[in-house]
Protein backbone atom coordinates (compact mmCIF):
# COMPACT_ATOMS: atom_id res chain seq x y z
CA UNK A 1 0.00 0.00 0.00
CA UNK A 2 0.72 3.50 -0.70
CA UNK A 3 2.99 5.15 2.45
CA UNK A 4 2.43 8.59 0.78
CA UNK A 5 -0.80 10.21 -0.38
CA UNK A 6 -0.51 13.76 -2.28
CA UNK A 7 -3.49 15.80 -1.11
CA UNK A 8 -3.04 19.06 -3.29
CA UNK A 9 0.19 20.51 -2.95
CA UNK A 10 0.73 18.77 1.03
CA UNK A 11 2.33 14.65 0.99
CA UNK A 12 1.07 13.51 3.87
CA UNK A 13 2.44 10.17 5.08
CA UNK A 14 1.17 8.00 6.24
CA UNK A 15 -2.53 8.24 4.46
CA UNK A 16 -3.94 8.13 8.12
CA UNK A 17 -6.08 10.93 9.14
CA UNK A 18 -7.10 12.58 12.41
CA UNK A 19 -11.29 13.24 11.74
CA UNK A 20 -12.61 16.65 13.15
CA UNK A 21 -14.69 15.60 16.57
CA UNK A 22 -16.15 18.70 18.38
CA UNK A 23 -14.90 18.41 21.64
CA UNK A 24 -12.16 15.86 21.13
CA UNK A 25 -9.90 17.09 17.83
CA UNK A 26 -8.20 20.04 20.38
CA UNK A 27 -4.43 20.28 20.95
CA UNK A 28 -4.25 17.92 24.12
CA UNK A 29 -5.40 14.95 21.61
CA UNK A 30 -3.83 15.66 18.87
CA UNK A 31 -0.49 15.99 20.97
CA UNK A 32 -1.51 12.88 22.79
CA UNK A 33 -2.08 10.80 18.99
CA UNK A 34 1.36 12.42 18.20
CA UNK A 35 3.47 11.41 20.56
CA UNK A 36 2.51 7.21 19.85
CA UNK A 37 2.81 8.34 16.00
CA UNK A 38 1.35 7.30 12.80
CA UNK A 39 -1.00 10.20 12.25
CA UNK A 40 -0.31 11.84 9.01
CA UNK A 41 -2.48 14.98 8.89
CA UNK A 42 -4.22 16.17 11.91
CA UNK A 43 -7.59 18.50 12.30
CA UNK A 44 -8.96 21.04 14.59
CA UNK A 45 -12.74 20.88 15.84
CA UNK A 46 -14.83 22.64 13.46
CA UNK A 47 -14.51 26.10 13.48
CA UNK A 48 -17.78 28.58 12.71
CA UNK A 49 -16.33 30.48 9.61
CA UNK A 50 -18.67 33.12 11.22
CA UNK A 51 -16.65 33.77 14.49
CA UNK A 52 -13.12 33.12 13.49
CA UNK A 53 -11.70 36.18 12.30
CA UNK A 54 -12.62 37.47 15.85
CA UNK A 55 -11.23 34.35 18.11
CA UNK A 56 -8.53 35.24 19.75
CA UNK A 57 -5.21 33.20 19.30
CA UNK A 58 -4.80 32.19 22.65
CA UNK A 59 -8.51 30.33 22.11
CA UNK A 60 -8.13 26.41 22.94
CA UNK A 61 -9.77 26.20 19.97
CA UNK A 62 -7.07 27.40 17.56
CA UNK A 63 -4.12 26.25 20.33
CA UNK A 64 -1.44 24.20 18.54
CA UNK A 65 2.38 23.01 19.51
CA UNK A 66 5.02 22.01 16.56
CA UNK A 67 4.30 18.19 16.69
CA UNK A 68 0.69 18.86 15.39
CA UNK A 69 2.19 19.27 11.83
CA UNK A 70 0.62 19.09 9.30
CA UNK A 71 -3.16 20.43 10.75
CA UNK A 72 -6.14 20.86 8.50
CA UNK A 73 -8.65 23.73 9.87
CA UNK A 74 -12.56 22.33 9.66
CA UNK A 75 -14.48 25.23 8.64
CA UNK A 76 -17.98 25.53 9.75
CA UNK A 77 -19.87 27.75 7.19
CA UNK A 78 -23.70 28.00 5.80
CA UNK A 79 -22.97 30.88 2.72
CA UNK A 80 -20.06 31.74 1.08
CA UNK A 81 -19.68 35.57 1.78
CA UNK A 82 -18.27 34.36 5.71
CA UNK A 83 -15.56 31.87 3.58
CA UNK A 84 -12.95 34.76 3.00
CA UNK A 85 -12.22 36.72 6.29
CA UNK A 86 -11.96 32.94 7.48
CA UNK A 87 -9.46 31.94 4.93
CA UNK A 88 -7.41 35.35 5.86
CA UNK A 89 -7.43 34.24 9.27
CA UNK A 90 -6.53 30.85 8.82
CA UNK A 91 -3.50 32.01 6.86
CA UNK A 92 -2.58 34.00 9.06
CA UNK A 93 -2.48 31.38 11.66
CA UNK A 94 -0.10 28.96 9.85
CA UNK A 95 -2.68 26.28 7.80
CA UNK A 96 -1.70 23.55 6.12
CA UNK A 97 -4.96 22.66 4.56
CA UNK A 98 -8.41 23.40 5.09
CA UNK A 99 -11.41 21.50 5.35
CA UNK A 100 -15.26 22.36 4.36
CA UNK A 101 -17.71 20.68 6.97
CA UNK A 102 -20.90 19.44 4.81
CA UNK A 103 -21.68 16.36 6.83
CA UNK A 104 -21.76 17.21 10.44
CA UNK A 105 -25.71 15.53 11.39
CA UNK A 106 -25.94 17.28 14.13
CA UNK A 107 -29.55 19.08 14.39
CA UNK A 108 -28.57 22.36 15.51
CA UNK A 109 -25.92 22.01 12.88
CA UNK A 110 -28.16 21.58 10.27
CA UNK A 111 -31.05 23.94 11.43
CA UNK A 112 -28.52 26.89 11.10
CA UNK A 113 -28.17 25.50 7.63
CA UNK A 114 -24.66 23.90 7.78
CA UNK A 115 -23.04 20.23 7.72
CA UNK A 116 -24.93 17.24 6.34
CA UNK A 117 -28.09 20.46 5.40
CA UNK A 118 -25.45 21.70 2.73
CA UNK A 119 -25.79 18.52 0.68
CA UNK A 120 -29.42 19.38 0.16
CA UNK A 121 -27.93 22.62 -1.43
CA UNK A 122 -25.62 22.08 -3.71
CA UNK A 123 -25.75 25.86 -5.74
CA UNK A 124 -24.83 27.13 -1.96
CA UNK A 125 -21.98 24.75 -1.45
CA UNK A 126 -20.93 25.65 -5.37
CA UNK A 127 -20.50 28.52 -4.19
CA UNK A 128 -18.84 28.32 -1.38
CA UNK A 129 -16.77 25.98 -2.70
CA UNK A 130 -15.37 28.52 -5.79
CA UNK A 131 -15.01 30.98 -2.90
CA UNK A 132 -12.60 29.22 -1.07
CA UNK A 133 -10.71 28.03 -3.80
CA UNK A 134 -10.27 31.58 -5.04
CA UNK A 135 -8.96 32.49 -1.35
CA UNK A 136 -6.39 29.83 -0.98
CA UNK A 137 -3.63 27.70 -2.64
CA UNK A 138 -3.62 25.30 0.29
CA UNK A 139 -4.87 21.91 0.35
CA UNK A 140 -9.10 22.28 0.14
CA UNK A 141 -10.95 19.59 0.97
CA UNK A 142 -14.79 18.48 2.43
CA UNK A 143 -16.01 15.75 4.70
CA UNK A 144 -19.73 14.59 3.38
CA UNK A 145 -21.83 11.44 4.56
CA UNK A 146 -23.49 9.52 1.90
CA UNK A 147 -26.92 11.57 2.31
CA UNK A 148 -30.68 9.95 3.02
CA UNK A 149 -31.10 7.03 1.47
CA UNK A 150 -29.21 3.92 -0.31
CA UNK A 151 -31.46 4.39 -3.62
CA UNK A 152 -30.58 5.04 -6.99
CA UNK A 153 -32.29 8.61 -6.78
CA UNK A 154 -29.82 9.25 -3.85
CA UNK A 155 -27.08 7.66 -5.79
CA UNK A 156 -27.59 10.23 -9.08
CA UNK A 157 -27.57 12.93 -6.47
CA UNK A 158 -24.51 12.05 -4.25
CA UNK A 159 -22.02 11.47 -7.74
CA UNK A 160 -23.37 14.60 -8.99
CA UNK A 161 -22.25 16.16 -5.92
CA UNK A 162 -18.86 14.99 -5.70
CA UNK A 163 -18.06 15.66 -9.16
CA UNK A 164 -19.66 19.53 -8.61
CA UNK A 165 -16.68 19.41 -5.27
CA UNK A 166 -13.79 18.31 -7.62
CA UNK A 167 -14.68 20.55 -10.54
CA UNK A 168 -14.98 23.52 -7.81
CA UNK A 169 -11.08 22.77 -7.11
CA UNK A 170 -11.52 20.53 -4.00
CA UNK A 171 -7.80 18.70 -3.83
CA UNK A 172 -9.56 15.60 -1.85
CA UNK A 173 -12.76 14.32 -0.44
CA UNK A 174 -13.20 12.47 2.60
CA UNK A 175 -16.48 10.22 2.89
CA UNK A 176 -18.17 9.04 5.79
CA UNK A 177 -19.58 6.12 4.98
CA UNK A 178 -22.97 6.59 6.67
CA UNK A 179 -26.34 7.71 5.91
CA UNK A 180 -27.34 11.28 7.22
CA UNK A 181 -29.54 9.72 9.96
CA UNK A 182 -27.56 6.69 10.62
CA UNK A 183 -25.82 6.61 14.21
CA UNK A 184 -22.64 5.27 14.84
CA UNK A 185 -23.35 1.84 15.97
CA UNK A 186 -24.28 1.00 12.03
CA UNK A 187 -22.25 -0.82 10.13
CA UNK A 188 -20.60 1.85 7.35
CA UNK A 189 -21.50 1.48 3.72
CA UNK A 190 -17.72 1.05 2.71
CA UNK A 191 -19.16 -0.52 -0.73
CA UNK A 192 -20.31 3.10 -1.48
CA UNK A 193 -17.35 4.96 -1.12
CA UNK A 194 -15.91 2.62 -3.83
CA UNK A 195 -18.66 4.48 -6.20
CA UNK A 196 -17.50 7.72 -4.99
CA UNK A 197 -13.73 6.68 -6.08
CA UNK A 198 -15.23 5.82 -9.93
CA UNK A 199 -16.64 9.26 -10.15
CA UNK A 200 -13.78 11.49 -9.18
CA UNK A 201 -10.28 11.91 -9.78
CA UNK A 202 -9.02 13.13 -6.73
CA UNK A 203 -8.12 11.21 -3.50
CA UNK A 204 -11.38 9.78 -1.86
CA UNK A 205 -10.83 8.96 1.75
CA UNK A 206 -12.66 6.39 3.79
CA UNK A 207 -14.22 7.27 7.22
CA UNK A 208 -16.35 5.12 9.58
CA UNK A 209 -15.47 2.28 11.49
CA UNK A 210 -11.88 1.82 11.19
CA UNK A 211 -10.76 0.81 14.83
CA UNK A 212 -7.64 -1.44 13.85
CA UNK A 213 -5.34 -2.74 11.89
CA UNK A 214 -7.70 -5.61 10.77
CA UNK A 215 -10.93 -3.11 10.24
CA UNK A 216 -8.49 -0.81 8.50
CA UNK A 217 -7.64 -3.56 5.51
CA UNK A 218 -11.00 -4.74 5.20
CA UNK A 219 -12.08 -0.69 4.66
CA UNK A 220 -9.36 -0.25 2.11
CA UNK A 221 -10.06 -3.46 0.38
CA UNK A 222 -13.60 -3.13 0.09
CA UNK A 223 -13.21 0.88 -0.68
CA UNK A 224 -10.64 1.48 -2.40
CA UNK A 225 -10.16 4.84 -0.49
CA UNK A 226 -6.27 6.84 -1.11
CA UNK A 227 -6.55 6.74 2.76
CA UNK A 228 -8.36 6.39 6.00
CA UNK A 229 -9.29 8.95 8.46
CA UNK A 230 -9.78 7.51 12.38
CA UNK A 231 -12.28 9.54 14.56
CA UNK A 232 -13.80 8.12 17.99
CA UNK A 233 -11.57 5.47 17.99
CA UNK A 234 -8.38 7.92 18.23
CA UNK A 235 -10.46 8.77 21.43
CA UNK A 236 -10.09 5.54 23.19
CA UNK A 237 -7.30 4.27 21.34
CA UNK A 238 -5.18 7.12 20.87
CA UNK A 239 -2.19 4.77 19.33
CA UNK A 240 -4.18 3.26 16.88
CA UNK A 241 -2.95 5.26 14.06
CA UNK A 242 0.09 4.23 15.34
CA UNK A 243 -0.96 0.36 15.07
CA UNK A 244 -2.31 0.82 11.86
CA UNK A 245 0.98 2.39 10.32
CA UNK A 246 2.92 -0.49 11.17
CA UNK A 247 1.00 -3.04 10.23
CA UNK A 248 0.02 -1.50 6.81
CA UNK A 249 2.94 0.53 6.33
CA UNK A 250 5.94 -0.67 7.87
CA UNK A 251 6.29 2.56 10.19
CA UNK A 252 7.51 2.13 14.05
CA UNK A 253 4.56 0.56 16.53
CA UNK A 254 2.94 2.22 19.48
CA UNK A 255 5.43 2.20 22.69
CA UNK A 256 3.74 0.56 25.36
CA UNK A 257 2.78 2.69 28.21
CA UNK A 258 0.17 1.83 31.15
CA UNK A 259 -3.46 3.34 30.72
CA UNK A 260 -3.69 5.17 33.84
CA UNK A 261 -0.03 6.93 32.58
CA UNK A 262 -2.50 8.04 28.96
CA UNK A 263 -4.97 9.39 30.94
CA UNK A 264 -2.71 11.46 33.38
CA UNK A 265 -1.16 12.87 30.06
CA UNK A 266 -4.87 13.70 28.88
CA UNK A 267 -5.64 15.50 32.08
CA UNK A 268 -2.46 17.67 31.54
CA UNK A 269 -2.62 18.59 28.27
CA UNK A 270 -5.94 20.20 29.46
CA UNK A 271 -4.65 21.87 31.88
CA UNK A 272 -1.83 23.17 29.82
CA UNK A 273 -4.37 24.62 27.41
CA UNK A 274 -7.98 25.37 28.81
CA UNK A 275 -8.89 27.87 31.36
CA UNK A 276 -10.11 26.26 34.65
CA UNK A 277 -13.73 26.17 33.72
CA UNK A 278 -13.60 24.33 30.46
CA UNK A 279 -11.16 21.60 31.23
CA UNK A 280 -14.03 19.23 32.95
CA UNK A 281 -16.06 19.10 30.05
CA UNK A 282 -13.76 17.67 28.00
CA UNK A 283 -12.21 15.60 30.40
CA UNK A 284 -15.53 14.30 30.48
CA UNK A 285 -15.88 13.87 27.04
CA UNK A 286 -12.14 12.01 26.29
CA UNK A 287 -13.19 9.78 29.55
CA UNK A 288 -16.80 8.63 28.17
CA UNK A 289 -14.30 6.74 25.28
CA UNK A 290 -11.49 5.85 27.16
CA UNK A 291 -13.19 3.80 29.60
CA UNK A 292 -13.48 1.34 26.96
CA UNK A 293 -10.48 0.16 27.54
CA UNK A 294 -11.34 -1.33 31.16
CA UNK A 295 -13.63 -4.15 31.45
CA UNK A 296 -15.27 -2.06 34.04
CA UNK A 297 -14.92 1.01 32.67
CA UNK A 298 -18.38 2.37 32.67
CA UNK A 299 -17.80 2.75 36.52
CA UNK A 300 -14.77 5.24 35.59
CA UNK A 301 -16.86 6.84 33.23
CA UNK A 302 -20.27 7.50 35.35
CA UNK A 303 -17.19 8.07 38.20
CA UNK A 304 -15.93 11.25 35.88
CA UNK A 305 -19.42 12.11 34.55
CA UNK A 306 -20.78 12.60 37.92
CA UNK A 307 -17.83 15.35 39.32
CA UNK A 308 -18.49 18.64 39.94
CA UNK A 309 -14.77 20.14 39.02
CA UNK A 310 -11.56 19.07 37.14
CA UNK A 311 -10.10 18.05 40.47
CA UNK A 312 -12.57 15.98 41.79
CA UNK A 313 -12.56 13.93 38.15
CA UNK A 314 -8.91 13.25 38.19
CA UNK A 315 -8.82 11.86 41.72
CA UNK A 316 -11.92 9.80 40.96
CA UNK A 317 -10.31 8.70 38.10
CA UNK A 318 -7.25 7.81 40.08
CA UNK A 319 -9.55 5.64 42.91
CA UNK A 320 -10.36 3.81 40.02
CA UNK A 321 -6.79 3.02 38.75
CA UNK A 322 -6.21 1.54 42.16
CA UNK A 323 -8.87 -0.33 42.55
CA UNK A 324 -8.32 -2.26 38.78
CA UNK A 325 -4.80 -2.54 38.75
CA UNK A 326 -5.37 -6.03 36.82
CA UNK A 327 -6.43 -4.01 33.72
CA UNK A 328 -4.25 -1.14 33.96
CA UNK A 329 -1.31 -2.22 31.74
CA UNK A 330 -1.46 -1.57 27.53
CA UNK A 331 -0.13 -4.07 25.81
CA UNK A 332 0.76 -3.86 21.83
CA UNK A 333 -1.74 -6.76 19.92
Not at 133 to 140: A, F, N, S
Request: proline letters at 8%; one cysteine or more; hydrophobic letters at 45%.
Amino acid sequence: MPETMNLGSLAVHPPLLLAPMAGLSHSALRTLIAGFGGCGLFSTEMLSAVSLPQESATSPYLLRTEVERPLSYQLLAARAEVIPPAVERLHALGAEAIDLNLGCPAPNVRRMGGGAALMSRPDTVRQMVATARRCTDLPLSAKIRLGEALDAQNEARLRDFCRMLEGEGLDFVTVHARLRGESFCRKPHWGWVAKVKTWVRIPVLANGGVDSPASARACLAESGADGLMIGRMAAQRPWVFAEIARDLYGRPGPKPLSLPAVYRDFAAGLVGRFPPERRLGRLKEFTHHFAANWFFGHHLASRVQGSRDFTEACARAEEFFAAHPEASAFEQP
